[in-house]
């Protein structure tokens, strides 16, 4: 057919090609595209018929230019007039390199817009530096591999190489593509099987061909070209199973016999071929996209013929059908053994090398999750702490005057009859010195009364000397209780030096408020939230500011039930507890500091969570 009879073919067809065209109609229109001379290929009919074939939102064909790093947009199919295939691409991800290397390439990405896609690069076949990109939605995800395949049987330009337009003979990609499309077609796992090493046999003229499924530590055989059936207790079947764990355990494909030299241990693919009569032998396991073994292959060759070919067809053709086969095998087991190889699939997943820093986050919190919710701690009811004492003393002024001298200040730990502080006595003295002349001149009055014998003035003169000696002896008790001392040992918890020096007082004022040491005991407060976890007798600990890294066991004596206003603190209600430690010479009463009072075992998952939870009880209440 002549490249003019091609170009009408296609121009007659292309009214049609945006339309939903049948399978038949959509592969005769792709072979036509395929057909004509390379720099004749209508792209973008060609990404509309890709779109249509691939179920995909959006395609385009692109040549990547080497030598400038520039890419140049040969056509595109897409109902967004603004649509780039560029923007969808991941970041950090060289699809169209992987796509040189393997043939396609494909990982989850997202739209500008924050659409999410999955998109699916492959390498066109005859034409250099191109690519076929298309975006499928995420819901399609479960047909990648099919819609992978069909991308791949479509993607042939070779023919178009030739100015003549001749037709090249099919390349063995695309024998293997067509032999992964029968495979993915077949509705049980056993013709699955049978299709892959009958169709492998006829493509590469093999003498043999098998494949024997992993399960376990065991490999078994499950299809054998040519052979319907076989009988799986024969010695012919224990040597396939011989030969194909040696892929099994070396996790790549192995020649026999190896050009390399190398120290495998090939016994059993040496006894196979023996009893095959073969020359050489490949086995070559499918493995899934984390690199574990599901099925090996076993391959024998006529004499003559044998040769290390290039594998990269026959690999990404298992590479796809892989899912399809585990599928099938899957669904071919009873409900016991699919039961065991979900769970051992499970397990592998889960206690994997892969992902290893995820899994150990996700066993910690777990075990996290585990412990609060089963696990106990010992739940502390706060308060904050004060240190009291009953055994106290004011220390005031005796007389009206003024403080001459002072002694002592706050914080002060004095000893008994220490003096403290000292009235001014000058004014005193003189007071003193003036009775001391009334009380003579009274007692010469009454003693000349006496001798004159006047009764009544010398009961009037007494009267004077006794009026002037009770203010003598008043004035004596004042000049004795000048100086303030010092009733017992103990600190001065009130009374500053710097406020009295020299400050008038009057009688009974307060000059300083001596504590015992002795006798101390600790005043407690708790918010209204937590005073029902306190019973009386609960022990705790409390630590002073001064000494905050000395902890002082305490036990409770008494609740005082009436709560106290505290500001925003809120209603709180004071508690007296005692202190279990022998006193030490740093206590000093009104320190303060912080308690906590021991409320019993408390699930871990209730103490950290028991304020939200009365919170929101108060919050939802009705």
Known sequence: MSTTQLRSISEASRAATDGVLDAQTLIEQLHLVRKVLLSEVDWDRYCSLMRQLCKASHSAVIRQITASERVEMLGRSSALPTWSPLETMPPGLDLMAKATVNGYSQAPAQSPDGQPWLVLVVALQGVSSCFLILNIKTQERAQLNELTLRALLSIDFEQSLHNTGASAAPTDLTGMLGLAAQVMQQQSFESACLTLVNGLSAEWKLIHASLGWVDGAQTQVVAISHLDRFERNSQQTHLIESALATAVIQGHEVWWPSTYGNALNDQGLADFAQEMGVDRVLVIPVQDAQGITHAVLLLAFPSGTASEQNLSHLQLSLELIQPRLSDLRMRSLGLVSRLRLQ????????????????????????????????????????????LNTESTRLISAQFDGRIDQVYATAGDLVKKDVLLVSLDTRELEQQQSELTAE????????????????????????????QSLAKAQRMESYLQNANSRAPFEGVIVEGERKDMLGAPVKKGDKLFKLAKIEGLYVTLMVTERQMRYVKPGATGEVALLSHADHNIPIRVNSVIPVAQV???????????????????????????????LDAGDKNIAWILTHRIVDNLRLLLWW
């Open 343 to 386: 769970s051992h699939a499970l397990s592998e997943h889960v206690f994997g090398p892969e992902h290893a820093i995820l899994k150990l986050v996700t066993v910690i919190a777990v075990g996290l999750l585990l412990y609060a919710a089963f696990g106990s701690w010992k739940f502390r009811v706060d308060a904050s702490a004060q």
């Open 439 to 466: 009380i003579s001149k009274a007692e010469t009055e009454v003693n000349k009364n006496r001798a004159e014998g006047r009764l009544a003035d010398t009961e009037i003169a007494q009267a004077r000397l006794d």
């Open 566 to 596: 505290k500001g925003q603190e809120g209603n709180q209600f004071m508690i007296t507890a005692e202190l279990l430690d022998a006193p030490q010479a740093w206590w000093r009463p009104g320190m303060t500091g912080l308690a906590r």
